[in-house]
């Protein structure tokens, strides 16, 4: 009986921490080796007004990870402008950021990997058409297609809907 009641809690506790999760997901629609369509991206922030979420409870998955130049999936949240996250060539990507319910945003930043030189950096155009796709209990709210090669991306969220804004770094 007793394990019965553990077994019931458990499994309680699982659905609850699942529905009150909220994913963000970055997936390049295209499938090309020779053209390279896997991603490389410096870091992944949120907002809520001017104010950004704590990264440290949020938690990235990739795809898979180009582990032998260390772009771990860790290096999308670390808060270093310089360390990379990027999937691994030969299979279609994605890179997903999970949080919890109680930690709203309304503005999500995204910034490419060489966001400093896109134009003399590496491979800015490997996020080109990607749809970043936001759901709540696995219900989209939202997706938007990146239709150009930019620095850094701007999304705003506003309720079920968003709006994509982009602007460049000039140096
Ligand atoms: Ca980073």
């Known amino acids: 009986m007793d394990i019965i009641i553990i077994i019931i809690i458990i499994v309680v506790v699982y659905k609850t921490s699942f529905i009150s999760a909220w994913e963000v997901k970055i997936t390049q629609q295209l499938f090309d080796d020779s053209s390279h369509h896997y991603f490389s991206l410096a870091e992944i922030q949120f907002f809520k007004g001017n104010t950004q979420l704590d990264s440290s409870m949020l938690n990235c998955t990739m795809s898979s990870t180009d582990d032998f130049n260390g772009m771990f999936p860790s290096h999308c949240l670390d808060g270093d402008l ?12 994605w890179i997903s950021v999970v949080g919890p319910d109680n930690m709203t945003f309304d503005k999500i930043k995204i910034y490419n990997r060489d966001w400093q030189d896109t134009v003399s950096g590496c491979c800015a155009y490997r996020i080109l058409n990607a749809v970043v796709t936001y759901s709540v209990n696995s219900d989209v709210k939202f997706s938007t297609v990146l239709r150009t090669i930019d620095a850094v991306y701007e999304i705003q969220v506003t309720g079920s809907s968003s709006s994509h804004h982009h602007y460049y770094y000039h140096y």
């Open 82 to 93: 310089g360390s990379l996250c990027g999937t691994y060539p030969g299979v279609p990507s």
